[in-house]
Every structure is written in C-alpha cells, then in structure tokens.
C-alpha cells in the first residue's frame, strides 16, 4: 500500500481574476497529520475544496493511495475514497436532526430501522471525542449553538460505515469550542490518525497546530510556501513563514492605560439566570470579557444587553457576531453594503444615502482592517470566511457605537489579523468606547480589564485583570453557586 494518503500536484484555480492557487502541491501521509496554515485568503479553504471534490482545478493532478482516478474528480468520488471534511462555514441541514444529518453522508443508513442505527452511529461517535457533549441524535441542528453544531459535524466526518476512512479535513474545527472540548478534539485527532487515518487540520490557532501536527505547511497568495517537520517550527517561525512578525503589531503587547476608577457604569445587567448573585456591570472605556464553557448564556445575555431586556445601557449599541452565516453577514448584499449598514443614519442626505460617503467610508475600512478584495462592490461571498469576519468589525468600529457587543467575534480571523485587532480594540477603549467580549478563547481574555465566568447562566465569579488566570478561569468554569 502507498505511504501517501493524498498528492496534489501543481493545482491551479482562478475566479475571474483572481488567482486563488498558483501551482499547489501537497502530501498527505497515511496517519499523519498536516497542520495547513496561512493568512485569510492565503487559499486554503480553495485548496480542500477542490480535494473534497466541490470545485474543479483549472490545473492539477490528483492521486489517491499513489491510484490517479480513472473518472473526474466530484464530491460523490471523494467520498467513496474515504475523505470527508468539516469546512468552517458549517453545512449540516438545520430543518433535520442531529441524526438524520448523518444518514446523508451514509448511503448504507437505508431500510428498516435507519434512524435507530444512524442515533447509534452518531451517539457513540459523540461519545468518543466528546463526553459530557450535551447533543441528543434526534435534537434539531437549526435549535442547537454554533458550538454543538460544530461537535456535531465533526463527530459526523469521522462516524464510518460501509465506505473506509481515509482523510478527514478540518477547517478551523475548534473556532466555536471552548478550551476543554477543544482539548477533547486534539486527544482523539491523536488517536485517529495513530490508527492510521490520515488528518488536514487547518487553524489560525498556531498552538494547536505546534501541538497537534507531525508536519506544517504554510501557504501564501495562493502557493506552499514551507513545508516541513512540526517540531522544526515555533511561534515565531511559523508567523514568519506566514508573513507576519511579532514585531510588526507590538501595540498588542503594550498595555492600555487602566480606566479611571470613576469611570461611568455604561452598560448594567443581571444575567437571566442569575438570582442574587453578582451583576454584570461595564464602565466607560472598558474592556469586559465574558468565559466559561461554550453555551452556558454567554451568548444570550449578550443578546438581552442588544435587546435592552433586563438592562440598562447608556448609548448607542454595535453587535459582532461569531456566527457570522446566520447572525452577521447580508450574503445578497456587497462587501460595502455590509460595512456600512450600520451607518446608514449618519451616510444619509435630504432622506437618500450620499454613495460617495457610503463608498469613502467602505474604502477607509478595508485599508484599515485589510478586507482582501479588488472590490468593495463584489459580493461578501466572495470573501474567504476570516474576511466576512473582518467585515462584521468594520461595520461596527466604523460606526457611532459607543458600547460594542462581541459574541467570540475572532472565529476564522488569522492571527495576525487577530493582533492587529486587539491593538485597535484597546485604542478605541482608551478612548472611551466600551467592550463586551465573549470568546472562547482564553488568550484572549488577558486583553480584559474584567472577566465575568459563567455557568449554567449564571455569573460563577468576577476576575479583575491583575488576579486572571487560565486555571482561575477554568475553576470557575465548573463552579455550581454563583457568588
């Protein structure tokens, strides 16, 4: 049997005039896997997409095992090679459940007594990368958060019946999980491909892929710029390879002048599922982050603030979805349209919006926050996901918000966009904006001048920056009482 999994072999694709590949290589081995990294846009997501057989290359060859195959490459002959892929813009059906949307990948879920064999199937997947998930098979993918969701997909690609496993992808597959569940995936990814099951793991978190992958690759505009051994790389190596240096945003690392003690309280709320305990309070210029395992109201409460149910907020309000397919992005509507949506009030004159200030105002947020386009006009379908990302936080910096809402706001962004954004972030609290921050990213919490931990709805305890800690964090993470 060939050591090769997968090969590409300089495959090209172009939209227009974009040039998306310029001549991509790649090798998969069997059981191993390959950390894939690379700024937003860089073609990655291009790249598995035409592995996974959703999009045909311009240019390329492409052999399965050491086999070329002998018929067009299609999604239908990717599966029955045994690759499957969980794609960071989620696709399972919404209107159907957890296991019905297993039985469409698995054609021999049919007959008599399917849905029971497919709750088994998927159950005990779940179980095995997961425990403790909370999911039910027959549970309603569209009633589920966008964390359980991606648990669901991603237990989904590796549940196997009649067809063998051979790859599996996974494109930013922790971007919507909190540090435990993340931690559950990278265990089992370990197990996986130690059983010879050969991993694509693509992730803007550059520790998981030092930690997870036996090789790296590294793209750039379209190309492979490095590939080699995992433990050749370091944080700093690995962001060079990309493009980046630490160096280039070291207005990330400098520290935010504190707010003053007497500070106004801006935004007072009571989660809904606290009684007596703590309140959620945010002064002027702050920056309040919010933690605690995925789904346990960080989300909703953030939603109530919007809302203004159950609380009090001074000025006007901006909110950045994480899950940008569902909450953030108009996808009929252009990139510009998008950025400025949240401004039409003030781009509006004698009851008509002014084109020329919507057009100025489009065109100052993609220098500022590098949207990569040739066009602000194009659709925001065009865009890679990390890129609809940075549109979601165009349209809300670049409005009159002085109070701005972030539902774990940095998935699929890379990092050095995401440092770039904490310096940006931090300059606009120094002056005066406040922030509201859910991420499930511990990291990030340490950009906070605040932290509020929930549980089960619930404020478990209130940090201050100066005692924050990932293990304090986590503690209070699984705290029953609120204080």
């Not at 936080?393 to 940095?410: C, K, W």
């Not at 990030?444 to 924050?468: K, P, Q, S, W």
Request: glycine share 10%; with cysteine; aromatic share 4%.
């Amino acid at each position: 049997m060939s050591a090769e999994a997968i090969r590409l072999d300089g495959v090209e694709k172009s939209f227009g005039a974009v040039r998306a590949l310029a001549g991509v290589d790649l090798v998969v081995g069997v059981g191993e896997c390959l950390g894939l990294v690379g700024h937003n846009g860089a073609g990655k997501s291009t790249l598995m997409h035409v592995l996974a057989g959703a999009l045909a290359p311009d240019t390329g060859r492409l052999t399965v095992g050491g086999i070329e195959p002998k018929t067009a490459w299609s999604s239908a002959s990717s599966q029955a090679a045994g690759i499957r892929c969980v794609f960071q813009e989620l696709s399972l059906c919404p209107n159907l459940s957890v296991a019905e949307n297993a039985r469409i990948v698995h054609g021999a879920l049919s007959g008599f007594g399917w849905k029971a064999r497919a709750r088994t199937l998927i159950r005990t997947k779940l179980d095995e990368i997961f425990p403790g998930h909370g999911i039910n098979p027959d549970d309603e993918v569209g009633d589920l958060p966008i964390g359980k969701r991606q648990m669901a997909e991603i237990a989904r690609a590796f549940t196997v019946t009649s067809a063998p496993l051979r790859l599996v992808i996974l494109d930013e597959p922790t971007s919507s999980l909190d540090a435990v569940t993340a931690e559950q995936l990278l265990a089992y990814i370990a197990k996986e491909t130690a059983r010879g099951t050969a991993i694509i793991l693509i992730s803007h978190l550059l520790g998981e892929i030092l930690s997870a992958s036996d090789r790296i690759v590294v793209m750039k505009d379209g190309k492979a710029v490095a590939a080699r051994p995992a433990k050749t790389f370091d944080r700093a190596s690995l962001m060079a390879a990309m493009g980046s240096d630490l160096n280039d945003v070291a207005v990330s690392e400098q520290l935010r002048p504190a707010p003053k003690p007497d500070a106004p309280v801006v935004v007072r709320a009571r989660p809904s599922g606290q009684g007596a305990g703590s309140e959620l309070i945010v002064h002027k210029g702050e920056i309040t982050g919010l933690a605690g395992l995925a789904g346990h109201g960080q989300t909703k409460t953030l939603l109530q603030i919007f809302a203004r149910q159950g609380a009090e907020v001074d000025g006007p309000m901006a909110f950045i979805a994480g899950d940008r397919q569902s909450d953030g992005i108009f996808d009929l509507w252009s990139i510009a349209q998008n950025v400025t949506v949240r401004s039409l009030r003030s781009l509006t004159r004698r009851g008509f919006v002014d084109p020329t200030a919507e057009a100025q105002l489009a065109r100052t947020w993609r220098d500022r926050i590098a949207i990569r386009t040739p066009s602000m006009d194009n659709s925001i379908l065009t865009l890679s996901g990390g890129n609809q990302q940075k549109t979601l936080f165009a349209r809300a910096l670049g409005s009159d918000a002085t109070v701005i809402l972030m539902d774990d706001p940095m998935r699929g962004v890379d990092v050095g966009t995401k440092l770039e954004v904490y310096g940006m972030i931090r300059a606009e609290a120094a002056a005066g904006r406040s922030f509201l921050w859910y991420t499930t990213e511990v990291d990030e919490l340490t950009h906070c001048d605040r932290v509020y931990v929930f549980r089960n709805g619930r404020i478990t305890e209130a940090i201050d920056a100066a005692d924050l800690s990932e293990q304090r964090v986590l503690q209070a993470s699984f705290a029953e009482s609120g204080t």
